[in-house]
C-alpha cells in the first residue's frame, strides 16, 4: 500500500486548527473501527464451525479465511477518517461552556 501525503491546507479548509482535525479524525476513526469489529465478529460467528474440533490446532476454514482476506481489503479506518473530513462530511463542534469567573464584583 502505497503512503500518500495529505496537505495540511486542505485540512485547513474544514478546520480552523489542523490539530483539531487530526484529534477529530482519530475519534471517527476509533467509532470505525470499533463497527468494523463488530461486523467481522458477527459475520465469523455466522459461519458454520461443524468440523472443528477443540484439539485441532490446523483446522482452517475456507469460509472464514474469505471472511478475514475481505476484512483486510477494505480501507484501514483511519484512512476512511480522513477522506471523510477532506470531502466535508465529517462535522464537528465544540460544546458551548460558560466562561468560569475567577472574580466577581
Not at 18 to 30: D, H, M, T
Not at 47 to 53: E, F, L, P, Q
Request: proline residues 6%; charged residues 35%; negative net charge.
Amino acid at each position: 500500500m502505497p503512503i500518500t501525503a495529505v496537505d495540511l491546507r486542505e485540512i485547513d479548509k474544514h478546520a480552523a486548527n489542523v490539530y483539531e482535525a487530526i484529534i477529530v479524525a482519530g475519534k471517527k476513526s476509533r467509532t470505525i473501527n470499533d463497527e468494523q469489529k463488530l461486523e467481522f465478529q458477527n459475520a465469523i460467528v455466522s459461519v458454520a464451525t461443524a468440523n472443528a474440533d477443540d484439539d485441532a490446532e490446523d483446522f482452517h476454514n475456507p469460509d472464514q479465511m474469505r471472511i478475514s482476506l475481505e476484512f483486510e481489503k477494505r480501507p484501514k479506518p483511519h484512512l476512511q477518517a480522513l477522506n471523510l473530513l477532506l470531502e466535508g462530511k465529517l462535522k464537528f463542534e465544540y460544546r458551548e461552556k460558560e466562561p468560569k469567573k475567577l472574580f466577581q464584583p
